[in-house]
């Protein structure tokens, strides 16, 4: 079975999860966490407490259940009195026992976090989809599977089993991706994009054709007919969902493969080219060009 076009992305992007630990807390605390270049996610476990991050206004009441994902660089400030000086993370962890940090007095609060490694130069195509902070409420459809993997990823930290690390990076993969399926689910309609068009119900039929054998040839009317819409339909739904053309869409899709495979450096662009329907390196080259701005020879010496 072929991947679908949301997973195909996950793994153009190579996305990677690294369970990164958690945080216990009690009595008055406050803790300033830095801002990070990589995604970071973390569930609520237990207790209830602020969230104030950089730039926004208004504090965010959490509550024993809820999940957020933060993918922007931005600090910011978990507490459960905004009156407190927050605490550095830093200072925070020094003491820090294994996974688990301890702050203040007792044990009321208790969340678990990790976060997301992508490639450098793909990643954008999943961060410039995505608002700068996800939060999924305990109340959302999608927090029972959440608390799930919450409690397995309590359970590993507890148990200490062999392949504890190994399990507890598929198990935060598995809560990266619960986190972005509820988001695509339960948020207003994000930004049309190529992340919207992977998530609309719609366009799924002529993105698993296109996504499943990118070198063919495609015809608008066979993606048309996938999706039972008439082609000026499809077309310009696809345009408002995607922002570009279905066309544009297959094109660059092809463009972001080729990337990845020259990245490798074991094939040549002639090889390339022709995996992926181009009857010319030329033809080719140019629409490489166009989609990154770097011919492929350029890219792939740049890689090296």
């Avoid at 994009?193 to 070198?215: E, N, S, T």
Wanted: hydrophobic fraction near 45%.
């Amino acid at each position: 079975m072929h991947l679908d076009p949301f997973s195909d992305l996950l793994k153009l992007i190579d996305a990677r999860s690294i369970m990164s630990g958690g945080l216990v807390a009690g009595g008055a605390w406050a803790i300033a966490f830095p801002p990070t270049q990589r995604i970071k996610f973390w569930g609520i476990v237990r207790g209830h407490c602020w969230l104030v991050v950089e730039g926004d206004s208004e504090a965010i009441a959490v509550a024993p259940g809820d999940v957020f994902l933060l993918r922007a660089p931005r600090s910011h400030v978990l507490a459960s009195d905004l009156a407190i000086r927050p605490s550095e993370l830093a200072d925070v962890l020094e003491g820090r026992q294994g996974a688990i940090a301890s702050h203040g007095e007792g044990d009321e609060f208790f969340m678990i976090g990790g976060k997301v490694e992508l490639s450098d130069d793909r990643g954008q195509l999943l961060l410039e989809g995505l608002p700068d902070l996800i939060h999924i409420r305990a109340a959302s459809r999608h927090a029972p599977s959440l608390r799930w993997l919450l409690e397995q990823l309590v359970r590993e930290r507890d148990d200490n089993l062999p392949g504890v690390v190994a399990a507890s990076s598929q198990l935060a993969h598995l809560m990266f991706i619960q986190i972005l399926r509820a988001h695509f689910e339960d948020a207003e309609p994000i930004a049309s994009g190529r992340l919207r068009a992977i998530g609309d119900k719609r366009l799924a039929p002529a993105l698993q054709l296109m996504h499943g054998d990118p070198a063919r040839a495609w015809q608008l009317g066979e993606l048309a007919k996938a999706a039972a819409m008439s082609r000026a339909t499809f077309s310009s739904y696809f345009k408002a969902v995607a922002g570009i053309s279905p066309m544009a869409y297959l094109t660059e899709w092809r463009m972001r493969l080729a990337e990845r495979t020259l990245q490798d450096g074991r094939s040549s662009v002639g090889v390339v080219a022709a995996s992926l329907g181009y009857a010319s390196d030329s033809a080719f080259s140019n629409a490489f060009k166009r989609v990154t701005g770097r011919s492929p020879r350029e890219y792939q010496r740049d890689q090296r």
